[in-house]
């Protein structure tokens, strides 16, 4: 275990050996003679951007990082980080769950910033009022596309700043937003209350278009462009393949890429292991062929094989007289227990979170392998109780499992992707995060120190409430919110991320 000890506890050997190294002309540090906050020594320093890996010591002042250093300077804390990795803290760009119970599996899993991109939230501004001053972590999120439908098609939305803000509607109702095409006014309305959700600080645009089957590919396209208009992001999930004449996964693949190639939209791909499936290679194939020729087109991947929705949503539809072995795929997340037609029906009705296997792990290795594919968890809620081991584990599994034990990419490669690259993702519309990502003099001190030979998932599908191991310290602006494996209570740093919008 790593201890934190006043200056005057250092160990002599350290801070001889760390003196002997110091070059003899100036050392050019950030800091002055007044003692930093914190002082984080012998660590392995780890900079996706500028690729330093080295031993090196952090300065950490008024919540930033003043210097990246052999030096020593005076510090009011030092915390001897020997055999430890001090990394960027890691940025989730799809966490469902929002609430501090969620926060609390992220925290212990290294993550400093945790976002509701996908399906985004709405009202933006009472979602972003409700946690102001009480997250344990970073947080933000675009303007639900879906809730903007709800209320254009004259469903009430009550404007709540609690938790309970994740919804995939409920098929086989009548909500006409979740089925019906928009009409001319009812789009107009939908295009006002999103550029209202940009003005309030929203992220970006989320869709979840396998949950809006209603939505026509005009009214996509529309949105992809009114989006560029306002140098918006979009994330989106794909639309279902079923509802591609020709079916096939490549084809929802083909819709956002070609959106993005006509209206200049820079657009995110939520989870494309899930949407892809076995035609992974080719659908990666296709976004780095439009990346190539000028396109701002990004993807994302959970390092598990099996996804998780809701059963009561309208991507369920088509599960009707499926297969006994089709159904046994199907995991309820309340009890363990795997599904048959008639339990099917019933939880359809009752609604609830159901885990969906099958997926190659072969496929899903490969994934996880390629650099350019960022890291996001997809994490559903632990408010509600038992949920996937996803929300729990994703950065501690590529970092152990897939980097360490499997050897299919390096760290570095593997940091980069749960760091800068999220992080840049999102500079254009919220610059605050220029300064997130990276281990560098005035980068804010988000940051996750981690045993390279100890970290490692422990969240399973029977019992995903399990904390990560050898995430050692997580610190958000210069606050430990974990601090030797251990959930610190009673802080509260996490801090809004905005859109330029606000």
Same mark, same amino acid.
């Given at each position: 275990?790593?201890?934190?000890?006043?200056?005057?506890?250092?160990?002599?050997?350290?801070?001889?050996?760390?003196?002997?190294?110091?070059?003899?002309?100036?050392?050019?540090?950030?800091?002055?003679?007044?003692?930093?906050?914190?002082?984080?020594?012998?660590?392995?320093?780890?900079?996706?951007?500028?690729?330093?890996?080295?031993?090196?010591?952090?300065?950490?002042?008024?919540?930033?990082?003043?210097?990246?250093?052999?030096?020593?300077?005076?510090?009011?804390?030092?915390?001897?980080?020997?055999?430890?990795?001090?990394?960027?803290?890691?940025?989730?760009?799809?966490?469902?769950?929002?609430?501090?119970?969620?926060?609390?599996?992220?925290?212990?899993?290294?993550?400093?910033?945790?976002?509701?991109?996908?399906?985004?939230?709405?009202?933006?501004?009472?979602?972003?009022?409700?946690? @102001?001053?009480?997250?344990?972590?970073?947080? %933000? =999120? *675009? +303007?639900?596309?879906?809730?903007?439908?709800?209320? /254009?098609? $004259? &469903?009430?939305?009550?404007?709540?700043?609690?938790?309970?803000?994740?919804?995939?509607?409920?098929?086989?109702?009548?909500?006409?937003?979740?089925?019906?095409?928009?009409?001319?006014?009812?789009?107009?309305?939908?295009?006002?209350?999103?550029?209202?959700?940009?003005?309030?600080?929203?992220?970006?645009?989320?869709?979840?278009?396998?949950?809006?089957?209603?939505?026509?590919?005009?009214?996509?396209?529309?949105?992809?462009?009114?989006?560029?208009?306002?140098?918006?992001?979009?994330?989106?999930?794909?639309?279902?393949?079923?509802?591609?004449?020709?079916?096939?996964?490549?084809?929802?693949?083909?819709? @956002?890429?070609?959106?993005?190639?006509?209206? %200049? =939209? *820079? +657009?995110?791909?939520?989870?494309?292991?899930?949407? /892809?499936? $076995? &035609?992974?290679?080719?659908?990666?194939?296709?976004?780095?062929?439009?990346?190539?020729?000028?396109?701002?087109?990004?993807?994302?991947?959970?390092?598990?094989?099996?996804?998780?929705?809701?059963?009561?949503?309208?991507?369920?539809?088509?599960?009707?007289?499926?297969?006994?072995?089709?159904?046994?795929?199907?995991?309820?997340?309340?009890?363990?227990?795997?599904?048959?037609?008639?339990?099917?029906?019933?939880?359809?009705?009752?609604?609830?979170?159901?885990?969906?296997?099958?997926?190659?792990?072969?496929?899903?290795?490969?994934?996880?392998?390629?650099?350019?594919?960022?890291?996001?968890?997809?994490?559903?809620?632990?408010?509600?109780?038992?949920?996937?081991?996803?929300?729990?584990?994703?950065?501690?599994?590529?970092?152990?499992?897939?980097?360490?034990?499997?050897?299919?990419?390096?760290?570095?490669?593997?940091?980069?992707?749960?760091?800068?690259?999220?992080?840049?993702?999102?500079?254009?519309?919220?610059?605050?995060?220029?300064?997130?990502?990276?281990?560098?003099?005035?980068?804010?001190?988000?940051?996750?120190?981690?045993?390279?030979?100890?970290?490692?998932?422990?969240?399973?599908?029977?019992?995903?409430?399990?904390?990560?191991?050898?995430?050692?310290?997580?610190?958000?602006?210069?606050?430990?919110?974990?601090?030797?494996?251990?959930?610190?209570?009673?802080?509260?740093?996490?801090?809004?991320?905005?859109?330029?919008?606000?």
């Amino acid at each position: 275990m790593t201890t934190c000890t006043s200056p005057a506890t250092v160990t002599r050997g350290f801070v001889l050996a760390t003196l002997m190294c110091l070059p003899v002309v100036g050392c050019g540090t950030g800091f002055n003679a007044e003692p930093v906050d914190l002082l984080i020594v012998g660590g392995r320093v780890m900079d996706p951007e500028s690729g330093l890996d080295a031993v090196r010591n952090v300065a950490i002042r008024g919540g930033t990082i003043v210097d990246v250093t052999e030096a020593v300077p005076s510090a009011a804390e030092v915390l001897d980080a020997s055999g430890l990795v001090v990394a960027p803290g890691f940025i989730d760009l799809h966490a469902h769950g929002q609430d501090l119970e969620s926060s609390r599996y992220q925290a212990r899993d290294g993550v400093t910033t945790a976002l509701e991109l996908e399906i985004g939230v709405y009202p933006v501004e009472g979602w972003y009022a409700g946690r @102001a001053g009480r997250a344990l972590i970073n947080y %933000g =999120a *675009s +303007v639900s596309h879906q809730g903007a439908r709800r209320e /254009a098609f $004259g &469903s009430v939305i009550a404007n709540r700043d609690d938790e309970g803000t994740f919804s995939l509607g409920r098929a086989g109702t009548s909500d006409a937003h979740l089925y019906e095409p928009a009409t001319e006014d009812e789009f107009r309305r939908i295009r006002q209350s999103m550029d209202r959700g940009l003005d309030e600080g929203g992220l970006g645009f989320g869709f979840g278009i396998s949950y809006t089957p209603g939505a026509s590919h005009e009214e996509l396209w529309q949105l992809f462009a009114a989006a560029s208009d306002r140098d918006a992001p979009v994330y989106i999930h794909l639309r279902s393949a079923g509802a591609f004449s020709a079916g096939g996964s490549l084809a929802p693949f083909q819709e @956002a890429v070609a959106n993005a190639a006509g209206t %200049g =939209a *820079s +657009v995110h791909i939520v989870h494309m292991n899930s949407s /892809a499936g $076995g &035609s992974a290679e080719t659908a990666l194939e296709l976004i780095r062929g439009a990346q190539a020729r000028g396109a701002d087109v990004t993807t994302e991947a959970y390092p598990y094989t099996a996804s998780a929705s809701r059963i009561e949503s309208a991507l369920f539809d088509s599960w009707v007289d499926r297969s006994p072995e089709a159904y046994g795929r199907l995991q309820w997340v309340e009890t363990g227990e795997r599904l048959t037609d008639v339990t099917f029906r019933s939880y359809r009705e009752q609604g609830g979170w159901v885990i969906t296997h099958g997926r190659s792990e072969t496929t899903n290795e490969w994934i996880v392998s390629q650099p350019d594919v960022i890291a996001a968890s997809d994490g559903i809620p632990f408010s509600e109780g038992r949920a996937h081991p996803r929300g729990a584990g994703t950065f501690a599994r590529i970092l152990g499992h897939y980097a360490r034990d499997r050897g299919v990419l390096p760290l570095m490669d593997a940091l980069r992707k749960m760091t800068l690259m999220p992080a840049q993702r999102l500079e254009t519309i919220a610059p605050l995060m220029v300064s997130k990502g990276r281990v560098q003099a005035g980068a804010d001190a988000d940051l996750t120190l981690f045993h390279p030979d100890r970290v490692i998932d422990r969240a399973t599908y029977d019992a995903p409430d399990q904390y990560s191991e050898g995430i050692v310290h997580v610190l958000v602006s210069g606050t430990f919110v974990v601090r030797d494996e251990m959930l610190v209570e009673g802080v509260a740093p996490g801090q809004p991320i905005r859109g330029i919008g606000r």
